[in-house]
């Protein structure tokens, strides 16, 4: 069993930025691929950026360029830096652990994230 929790979220003005963290119970990196998604109000939840076990990041298009994912192995947690933020970054971000093989996935309670003036 994996625990992931997420902290860093809040209200930001547009153009701001905000850091996500997510710890995780135990070291997993090197054998889980761990993920940020996002869910808005109405909307299915996505994945805003990802990273794998062997380091390599993976962003989604709407945020390229202004989010940036990476871990810290000695202390099991994962960021991401979301600069220039935009009201349609709005949403409840969620940490996710999926093991390699897809034998397991573990999700954090999720951080609310507001962009607004």
């Known amino acids: 069993q994996v625990q992931l929790v997420e902290s860093g979220g809040g209200l930001v003005q547009p153009g701001g930025s905000l850091r996500l963290s997510c710890v995780a119970s135990r070291n997993i990196f090197s054998t889980y691929n761990m993920g940020w998604y996002r869910q808005a109000p109405g909307k299915q939840r996505e994945l805003v950026a990802s990273?794998?076990?062997?380091?390599?990041?993976n962003y989604a298009d709407a945020v390229k360029g202004r989010f940036t994912i990476s871990r810290d192995n000695a202390k099991s947690t994962v960021h991401l830096q979301m600069n220039s933020l935009k009201p349609e970054d709005t949403a409840v971000y969620y940490c996710?652990?999926?093991?390699?093989?897809?034998?397991?996935?573990?999700w954090g309670q999720g951080t609310q994230v507001t962009v607004s003036s």
């Open positions: 996710n652990a999926k093991q390699w093989t897809g034998a397991y996935d573990y």
């Open positions: 990273i794998r076990t062997i380091g390599i990041t």
